[in-house]
């Protein structure tokens, strides 16, 4: 069965400096990966969805890198903002099993960007 | 503009009462999918449907049932027989193929 982890579970930075959020995938057999936002008692919003076949995936101060290999991602943010305070959640979606195109997600990183 | 629409957005069930909540997406989407999370975590699936009068159990099924009369529609009822009901229920959908799912806002579930 998948499982998917994020590491740190929180994370305080400075402001300027650049987020580096991690995600760890059990099972290689994967359609595609996705990082969402969440603000507090939010819906999420998509930030990036890279395929199985790309290595990264690029929107504006964000960088999402996937090593399907050895089960991870990396979403990198530029100089961060105190607006990039959020949780942030990936998710993959196996291939293994298609039916309903399932989507796993990790428990997510809180992240703090202070003034 | 189009999107996924939640309602209500705060719940509140009694003992032994049967909830309903709202989820309404104008995206022409084919799959729609419930989800629950619990504070600190992330998201665990409870059914989900791929097209109209066609649906299947996800992760945490017992005690929720739905429905998809509609394609645009797709509302999920907590049963009595959920005993721990308290939790953030948040509402995506999808086209098909491999393209990522869109959330709605959520609606925050409690106990009285």
């Known amino acids: 069965k998948q499982e998917v982890t994020q590491i740190p579970a929180a994370l305080s930075v400075p402001e300027g400096e650049n987020l580096v959020l991690n995600c760890s995938f059990t099972?290689?057999?994967?359609?595609?990966l996705q990082w969402f936002r969440q603000d507090p008692g939010k819906g999420l919003t998509s930030l990036l969805l890279?395929?199985?076949?790309?290595r990264e995936q690029t929107s504006g101060r964000l960088n999402a890198s996937l090593d399907k290999s050895s089960g991870r991602s990396t979403l990198y943010i530029a100089a961060s903002q105190p607006g990039d305070s959020a949780t942030y959640l990936c998710?993959?979606?196996?291939?293994?099993?298609?039916?309903?195109?399932?989507?796993?997600f990790g428990g997510g990183t809180r992240v703090l960007v202070k003034p | 503009d189009g999107g996924i629409t939640q309602s209500p957005k705060y719940l509140f069930r009694k003992e032994g009462q049967n909830v309903t909540l709202s989820c309404e997406q104008n995206l022409n989407h084919d799959a729609m999918y419930w989800y629950r999370q619990d504070p600190g975590q992330g998201l665990r699936l409870i059914y989900y449907?791929?097209?109209?009068?066609?649906?299947q159990k996800g992760d945490i099924a017992e005690g929720y049932s739905v429905s998809r009369e509609k394609k645009e529609s797709f509302p999920l009822t907590v049963t009595s027989a959920q005993k721990n009901p308290t939790a953030f229920y948040l509402c995506a959908s999808k086209t098909g193929g491999l393209g990522p799912q869109h959330f709605g806002d959520g609606t925050r579930l409690s106990i009285l």
């Open positions: 449907s791929q097209i109209v009068n066609d649906f």
């Open positions: 099972d290689s057999a994967i359609y595609n």
């Open positions: 998710a993959v979606m196996g291939s293994r099993e298609t039916a309903g195109n399932k989507l796993t």
């Open positions: 890279i395929q199985s076949s790309q």
